[in-house]
């Protein structure tokens, strides 16, 4: 296990509906880190936070945001879902904010109908 | 854009065959690549790395080797075991800006059969 937890497993939406996923890193690490997975694609990057602060974005519109908090747990909210969006979401955090070397969590499963 | 092209699966092999996985990169500068899994029902783990060309990462009997020249990193195994049934990633991570960011290729699914 990697120690990082996120909830909720799985969840339905409509579309239109909003969303917030929650991510607990693992103990000592202070970069957070989003990505969509969708069906038998890779992860795609949607942002990075460092000690609270948006630290770089993907190619994900505005309706996608994001949080960082004190004790580096993170959220992912995202607005006026589409039925695009139906796909795992994960959450990965590390030790320092330059590195390849990300403990994932496994996912959120969003489906939006 | 920085890219990565892995071999399209799935890929089935008998208990200890040997194993290819192609992987493929377009990225500016001087990335490091990775290689990830996803066991069935279990997050992504970081299987090896490597940061720099001719770098060998190896990790649980995997080796695969940075080639700069060909912009290849190539995943390997001698013997593969059931156990090794799973979703390999390349991906590479191009520091060049201030975004750390992991572009992934589409997996391949790998199982093994006893």
């Known amino acids: 296990e990697t120690g990082v937890t996120q909830s909720p497993t799985h969840l339905i939406k409509t579309r239109g509906q909003q969303v917030t996923l929650r991510c607990s890193s693992q103990?000592?690490?202070?970069?957070v880190s989003w990505y969509q997975q969708a069906l038998g694609q890779g992860p795609q990057f949607i942002f990075q936070y460092y000690r609270e602060e948006e630290n770089g974005r993907g190619n994900f519109p505005p309706r996608f945001s994001g949080l960082q908090f004190p004790n580096y747990s993170s959220e992912l909210n995202v607005n006026a879902l589409e039925l695009d969006d139906s796909a795992l979401y994960l959450c990965?955090?590390?030790?320092?904010?330059?590195?390849?070397?990300?403990?994932f969590g496994e996912g959120s499963r969003l489906t939006v109908l | 854009g920085d890219s990565v092209t892995q071999m399209e699966g799935p890929v089935t092999l008998s208990e200890e065959a040997f194993l290819t996985i192609n992987c493929t990169y377009t990225a500016t500068g001087y990335p490091s690549l990775f290689w990830y899994v996803q066991y069935p029902g279990e997050g992504l783990q970081l299987l090896l790395k490597?940061?720099?060309?001719?770098d060998k990462g190896s990790n649980k009997g995997f080796e695969a080797t940075y080639r700069k020249e060909t912009t290849s990193f190539h995943l390997e195994k001698g013997s593969v075991q059931v156990s090794d049934s799973a979703v390999y990633f390349c991906?590479?991570?191009?520091?060049?800006?201030?975004?750390?960011?992991?572009?992934f290729g589409k997996g391949t699914l790998l199982t093994v059969n006893p």
């Open positions: 990965a955090s590390s030790r320092e904010v330059n590195t390849g070397e990300l403990f």
């Open positions: 490597a940061t720099k060309a001719d």
């Open positions: 991906a590479l991570m191009n520091s060049g800006g201030s975004n750390y960011k992991l572009t």
């Open positions: 103990s000592g690490h202070n970069t």
